[in-house]
C-alpha cells in the first residue's frame, strides 16, 4: 500500500498548521483507509502522541532520506511553505527536501500551497529551477497559482483548489475538549462571545490600543471577549497586552491547546476577530462569522474569496472605521452566518480536489510501475 512522507510547518505548537495536518491525513485515510504516513515534526513524539502517526525529525537529513527512500510520495502540506518573511532559511529547507526527494525519483506535490511573499533573489532562482520538477501543485487561492507562474514555475500542473481545513469534520470529542477549557475558564456563561486571536506583528503596537477599544465596547454590550492564542506562547504576549489595555474583563486562554481544543473553543463562540489567518478559516468552516485583520497577503485573498469583512492592514488600523464595522457584523451576524453556510459547500468542494489529484497522481505510479514489471 502507498506510503506518504508530509512535510510542513508540522510540531511548532501551532494550531493552525497541526489542523491543517489532521484534516489532510484523515481525509486521505477517509478515502483510503490503508494509506501509510511519516510525518517530518520538529517534535516527533509529540507530535506521534497527538496525531498516532509515526513522526521523524524533520531536521534530520538521515532521517529525511531514510523515510523518503522508502516512501511512494512526498507531499508538502498546506500553508504557505514558499515564503521569506519569517525566514529566508524557510524557502530553502523546504526546497531541500522537494531536491531529495527528485534525487530519489519519489513524486512530489505541493498541497493546497499559498505562496509568498518572496523577495530574495536567490529563492526566486531556486523555487522556479527546483519547483518546476514537481509532479503536481494545487494552490488555495487564485492568486497563488498567478504567483507561481509569475516566478517561472510553467513546467508542472497547477489546480486551484482549497485551504485543507475546510474537510475537518468536528467531532463530538472536539466539542467537549473546547466545552471543558470555556468552563475552566469561566467562558460558559450564558453571554455571547466573541474570540479574538492575535499576533505580535513587527513591531505595531497601535493596533492593540484600537483592539482594546472595541473589546470593552462589546464587554459593555453583555457579551464576552475570549482571546485565542493560536501558535502558543508566541501569540500570548499579544493578547495579554491588549487584556492589559482594556477598562472591562476578558478571558485569556493561557495555555497550549491542541488542534482538537482549539476547534472545541471556537465552536463554543458567536463571532471570531482573526488576525491569524487559520483562526478565521477554523471559524468559516463552522460557520462562525469573522472579520480579520490582516497583516500578509494570504489573508486578505481569503476574506476576498469568502466574502467577509476585513478590517485592513494592522499597520493603519483605527478606531474609526474598525468599531462600526465591528459591531455592524455583530448586529446582522445570522445573515453572514447564512452567508458562511452558502459558501461552504463550494469551498469544501475544492478542498476536496487537492486528494483526488494526490490518489490520481498514486494510481498513475501504481500503473507505470505494473506496466515496467
Not at 235 to 256: G, H, W, Y
Not at 270 to 276: F, I, L, W
Not at 310 to 328: D, I, K, W, Y
Not at 353 to 373: A, C, I
Request: charged residues 20%; glycine residues 6%; hydrophobic residues 45%.
Amino acid at each position: 500500500m502507498f506510503r506518504i512522507v508530509i512535510a510542513g510547518y508540522y510540531g511548532f505548537n501551532n494550531v493552525g498548521d497541526d489542523a491543517l495536518l489532521y484534516a489532510i491525513t484523515s481525509s486521505l485515510i477517509e478515502e483510503v483507509p490503508a494509506l501509510q504516513f511519516a510525518v517530518l515534526s520538529n517534535n516527533p513524539k509529540e507530535t506521534e502522541a497527538l496525531f498516532h502517526l509515526p513522526a521523524y525529525n524533520r531536521w534530520s537529513i538521515k532521517e529525511i532520506v531514510g523515510q523518503l527512500r522508502h516512501s511512494d510520495l512526498l507531499l508538502m502540506g498546506g500553508g504557505s511553505l514558499l515564503q521569506d518573511v519569517s525566514s529566508p532559511r524557510s524557502t530553502l529547507y523546504y526546497l531541500a527536501i522537494i531536491q531529495i526527494a527528485k534525487w530519489l525519483g519519489k513524486p512530489v506535490v505541493l498541497y493546497a500551497q499559498g505562496f509568498g511573499p518572496v523577495s530574495h533573489q536567490a529563492n526566486k532562482w531556486l523555487i522556479r529551477r527546483i519547483v518546476n520538477q514537481v509532479d503536481l501543485i494545487t494552490v488555495r487561492d487564485a492568486e497563488s497559482k498567478d504567483d507561481f507562474l509569475q516566478h517561472g514555475v510553467t513546467k508542472t500542473p497547477i489546480h486551484v483548489a482549497a485551504d485543507p481545513a475546510f474537510l475537518l469534520h468536528v467531532q463530538s470529542d472536539d466539542l467537549e475538549a473546547g466545552t471543558e477549557v470555556f468552563t475552566r475558564y469561566g467562558c460558559l456563561n450564558g453571554r455571547p462571545t466573541l474570540g479574538i486571536s492575535v499576533r505580535d506583528w513587527k513591531d505595531e503596537h497601535a493596533f492593540k490600543e484600537v483592539l482594546a477599544h472595541a473589546a470593552d465596547e462589546v464587554v459593555r454590550m453583555g457579551w464576552n471577549v475570549v482571546f485565542l492564542p493560536m501558535h502558543y506562547p508566541h501569540d500570548l504576549q499579544a493578547s495579554q497586552d491588549i487584556v492589559n489595555l482594556m477598562k472591562e474583563p476578558a478571558f485569556c486562554i493561557d495555555e497550549k491547546l491542541n488542534y482538537r481544543q482549539m476547534i472545541g473553543c471556537i465552536a463554543q463562540l458567536d463571532m471570531m476577530v482573526g488576525m491569524r489567518l487559520h483562526a478565521a478559516i477554523l471559524a468559516a468552516a463552522q460557520s462562525i462569522p469573522f472579520i480579520t485583520l490582516s497583516y500578509d497577503p494570504k489573508v486578505d485573498r481569503f476574506v476576498e474569496s469568502m466574502g467577509m469583512p476585513n478590517a485592513g492592514r494592522v499597520e493603519t488600523l483605527q478606531l474609526e472605521p474598525f468599531l462600526p464595522l465591528l459591531l455592524n457584523t455583530i448586529e446582522h451576524r445570522e445573515d453572514w452566518r447564512n452567508h458562511l453556510l452558502e459558501q461552504l459547500r463550494t469551498f469544501r468542494e475544492k478542498a476536496a480536489l487537492s486528494n483526488e489529484k494526490v490518489l490520481q497522481l498514486l494510481e498513475e505510479k501504481k500503473t507505470s510501475l505494473n506496466t515496467r514489471t
